[in-house]
């Protein structure tokens, strides 16, 4: 008897366990999957890079004192400042996954031109002069480990860091040059000594100043006067042998409320393409974020003016304008009038493979401008108004626009008949159409930043999948002389020419 309770004890504790373990899970609402494609160009488009940022990076000096015995010299204290690097060459570079662990960096058989002012001192002589510095064999190997801090920010650790220079040539100029260089090759081996010693810290101190620069992205960011964007990692970058997969928070706010909707994001999994260089996955998640935010901050509720529709209907309706409008005017109200739609709920969003809908339930709200300039209702009604949602991706944003499928006021079945009725729900289907929609998708355009690293292009935008959207996309890195490279935000990275644009719900 007192085994079956023990038993039962921990069969409750075990399911108590798994219980907390499963309601504590955090899944994410953007998915970004990086491939081996994408590391391979990164190698070509990271030299390029980095061959601009080394030129302009301050190298220590290098010093130090050495006894040279051919010419019975105890000590010359040498000093090598100014050190600039005009050109290097890596033929042989490559990065890999390391599977649960990080990315493998690898190169050798690189080579440096360095130049250099120098100035040397001895019990026999002291002088100053320039020389030009050829490196040979180098060769560098370690791991970049990613992961996030508390914040949400990436971070990189190099581990297993090493780096070597097999060969040095100096060759000294000035006045007295040959004299120098006669004895240059017994200066080239503690030269060697010295920069070995130092290449593996220049490049961790390097990383850190890159984790200085990561840790300042703003991974909250303010879209416009109503929400605010959360995409921070919620977990460190999982590395498989094929790509590396980051999970993003991708949840908005109201500007003034961080509490997270009354939703969570349900797990969703990417495709397993490996085609293209970087897959990005938008979640269902996110857009009903995006919906109870706006929803929450007010963003739907809108009043128009008669003037600013009939500008609308004549603008958008391609001929048709005036005719509406005036029928509009003429059936609605003699007076000025105003039309106020606030939404009822938020807006339900529906992602559905090659498919993606937004139904609005509102309401709509005839207002009279009466001659003491007070507005006093006329008719209230609701409705529900299904739309179609376009997507395209223009610079650095992701751009919504919405098209109307279907409009209904939401009255009893047994009015639907009456004439008026209808005659009312087209003319108001009408305005809702080319008036009040194209004020929306001029509001749209400014939609959702896109997290991105300076020069960087993208392109290609397929259409949604069963809960998610996917943008599948290769890589161009592009510079220019006024453009340099930089960490400091993830500005200028384009995705250009993907676009898609859902179907009308069946």
């Known amino acids: 008897m007192h085994t079956k309770a023990v038993q039962l004890l921990w069969g409750c504790f075990f399911l108590w366990n798994l219980y907390i373990s499963s309601a504590q899970t955090v899944y994410p609402g953007i998915k970004a999957r990086v491939t081996q494609q994408a590391l391979d160009y990164g190698v070509l488009a990271g030299m390029e890079m980095i061959e601009q940022m080394v030129k302009e990076k301050k190298i220590p000096d290098l010093e130090g004192s050495e006894s040279l015995e051919f010419l019975k010299v105890d000590y010359v204290n040498y000093n090598f400042s100014n050190i600039k690097i005009h050109a290097f060459s890596f033929p042989n570079t490559s990065l890999a996954f390391v599977p649960g662990v990080g990315i493998k960096a690898l190169t050798n058989h690189g080579t440096a031109n360095i130049s250099t002012d120098w100035e040397v001192k001895s019990p026999l002589f002291q002088d100053t002069g320039g020389a030009d510095l050829f490196l040979s064999g180098v060769f560098f190997t370690g791991i970049i480990v990613l992961a996030r801090n508390n914040f949400g920010h990436p971070i990189m650790k190099l581990q297993d860091c090493y780096a070597q220079v097999s060969h040095a040539h100096v060759s000294f100029s000035g006045d007295l040059s040959v004299l120098y260089n006669s004895f240059a090759e017994p200066m080239e081996k503690p030269i060697l000594k010295n920069l070995n010693e130092m290449l593996c810290p220049m490049i961790m101190s390097e990383v850190g100043a890159l984790n200085a620069n990561l840790s300042m992205l703003e991974v909250l960011t303010k879209i416009d006067n109503y929400t605010l964007l959360d995409y921070s990692l919620i977990s460190s970058p999982e590395i498989t042998e094929n790509y590396m997969e980051l999970n993003l928070k991708g949840v908005f706010y109201p500007l003034d409320n961080l509490s997270d909707p009354p939703f969570s994001p349900v797990p969703f ?112 009604m609701d409705f529900v108004a299904s739309t179609s949602v376009g997507l395209v991706i223009l610079g650095q944003r992701l751009v919504c626009s919405l098209s109307l499928n279907r409009f209904r006021l939401s009255l009893p079945e047994s009015n639907r008949s009456n004439i008026e009725v209808l005659r009312f729900e087209n003319i108001l289907s009408s305005i809702l159409h080319f008036g009040i929609l194209p004020l929306a ?25 069963q809960g998610f959207l996917l943008i599948s996309t290769d890589l161009k890195y592009e510079t220019s002389l006024k453009q340099q490279p930089s960490f400091h935000g993830w500005e200028g990275l384009n995705l250009i020419s993907g676009q898609w644009r859902g179907k009308p719900a069946a």
């Open 269 to 380: 999994a990417l495709p397993e393409h490996h085609d293209s260089m970087l897959y990005i996955g938008i979640s269902e998640f996110f857009f009903k974020s995006a919906s109870f935010a706006y929803f929450t901050a007010g963003a739907f509720n809108v009043t128009l003016s008669m003037k600013e529709i009939s500008n609308h209907l004549v603008q958008n309706s391609q001929g048709l304008g005036n005719v509406l409008s005036r029928i509009a005017e003429i059936y609605l109200l003699s007076q000025p009038f105003m039309v106020q739609v606030m939404a009822t709920e938020p807006p339900a969003i529906s992602l559905q493979p090659g498919n993606f809908t937004l139904d609005i339930p509102a309401s709509i709200v005839l207002l009279a401008q009466t001659e003491n300039s007070t507005a006093e209702a006329i008719v209230s």
């Open 441 to 465: 998708n001029a509001r749209l355009t400014h939609a959702v930043p896109l997290a991105n690293p300076r020069g960087v292009t993208l392109s290609s935008f397929l259409p949604p999948f």
